[in-house]
């Protein structure tokens, strides 16, 4: 009933930049908290950042500076803008909100989206 599809991933250079999004759709009455999650081969995955629903936000120690995530509650969509990218942040990228439907209190998660940073 609710279904979060992830955009924006591919492989850009060392410095590069790239733009993720997700937009939340289905049976949906408010989104709590939004956030993006990576995993990189070999590894489990780790928070990179959240936003609540009033827009404080969270970042993991390693992007802080780098990368800004952001939401449009109208559109049911965050974003992860990705600046100054390194090697170490490839990985699988999905998206993942706290969402209440008439099913009650949901956290759902995206298929994911790959970031490859590599030269």
Do not use: H
């Not at 759709?25 to 989104?31: E, R, W």
């Not at 081969?41 to 629903?53: A, D, H, T, W």
């Amino acid at each position: 009933q609710v279904r979060l599809v992830e955009s924006g991933g591919g492989l850009v250079q060392p410095g590069g930049s790239l733009r993720l999004s997700c937009a939340a759709s289905g049976s949906i009455f408010s989104i709590y908290t939004m956030g993006w999650y990576r995993q990189a081969p070999g590894k489990q995955r780790e928070l990179v950042s959240v936003i609540s629903s009033g827009g404080s936000t969270t970042y993991t120690d390693s992007v802080k500076g780098r990368f800004t995530i952001s939401r449009d509650n109208v559109k049911n969509t965050v974003y992860l803008q990705m600046n100054s990218l390194k090697p170490e942040d490839t990985g699988v990228y999905f998206c993942n909100a706290d969402i209440l439907n008439t099913l009650g209190r949901l956290n759902c998660w995206g298929q994911g989206t790959q970031v490859t940073v590599s030269s």
